[in-house]
């Protein structure tokens, strides 16, 4: 009886989340020509939701908001800068995910802990729903970091293309349009983020250092910096490109040794835990086969 009552108890939450983020996702979902429907006085749309259930969803992100600590606000905002705020992860489709996934994690922890209920089984149970609550944070970690990786490894060659353009006579801004344009990945984008925000009236520095706080890249940051000095300065831009570019390959070529020489030591823990053993096992086995038949004669 009392597997059935936790069963039925968990199923009950899961379906409560389940609901709750139905009612939100319906809530936000947006289309032009329903949102055209609507502004017009008396009249709504086909399978619409009323404003009611809008304010209600409405209502539950931002409690959602207000719960959530402040630094953890600044810090999700942080990693959406990172990963290049992509549409699939806002903030609200976060928060939607972290309460949805603890509820599945929950769910499957009740049916296993419901078979039997032993601390152990408490414990890794606990463990998956703070897993599964947690899992839209690692994933959006990941992608922020595989997306500076590029901006890394892309930044000496997008220097070096600069560079020529500058030389060949064009100016600062010039020369990163057409870098960005020509360009493909995320430090492209930057570079044309970076161009609109300067057009649409931000100043240069404030610009570069808006694409700084974007990128947690220290080869990134630094030439940043430069730029910001240069301009403030007067010092002639396609010295401080040159001279930029040049570290920057150096600094990647330095960066490519490194993980080269971390490969030996990354490779130790398989060959002694996965493949030495499945050797000896090869090559004892037989033996062992062979000396076991000698001594039962």
Not at 12 to 17: I, R, T
Not at 40 to 65: D, T
Not at 142 to 157: P, V
């Amino acid at each position: 009886m009392p597997t059935i009552l936790i069963f039925f108890a968990v199923l009950a939450v899961a379906g409560g989340l389940a609901a709750l983020v139905a009612i939100v996702v319906g809530a936000r979902r947006t289309d032009p020509l329903a949102e055209a429907v609507t502004a017009q006085p008396g009249m709504r749309g086909p399978g619409l939701l009323s404003p009611r259930s809008s304010l209600l969803a409405s209502g539950l992100l931002s409690s959602g908001r207000e719960l959530a600590p402040k630094g953890y606000l600044g810090f999700l905002d942080h990693r959406l800068a990172l990963a290049g705020r992509p549409a699939a992860w806002t903030m609200d489709k976060i928060f939607i995910a972290k309460p949805a996934l603890a509820g599945v994690g929950l769910l499957l922890a009740g049916l296993w802990i419901s078979a039997d209920p032993a601390p152990l089984r408490i414990l890794l149970g606990s463990a998956l729903v703070v897993l599964c609550f947690f899992v839209p944070d690692l994933l959006l970690h990941s992608r922020g970091q595989e997306r500076q990786t590029q901006m890394q490894n892309a930044l000496a060659d997008t220097l070096d293309q600069m560079t020529i353009s500058v030389e060949a006579g064009l100016g600062f801004e010039a020369a990163m349009s057409k870098a960005g344009t020509n360009g493909s990945g995320p430090l492209a984008e930057e570079l044309i983020r970076t161009l609109q925000d300067i057009s649409i009236g931000r100043t240069r520095k404030d610009a570069y250092q808006a694409l700084a706080e974007r990128t947690n890249s220290a080869d990134l940051r630094r030439f940043t910096r430069s730029i910001i000095q240069a301009d403030t300065y007067g010092i002639a831009i396609a010295d401080v490109l040159r001279v930029q570019a040049g570290e920057m390959r150096l600094r990647r070529r330095q960066r490519a040794e490194e993980q080269g020489m971390k490969v030996p030591v990354k490779v130790i823990f398989p060959l002694v835990f996965c493949i030495l053993p499945v050797l000896f096992i090869v090559l004892m086995t037989p033996a062992v086969i062979n000396i076991s038949k000698a001594f039962s004669l």
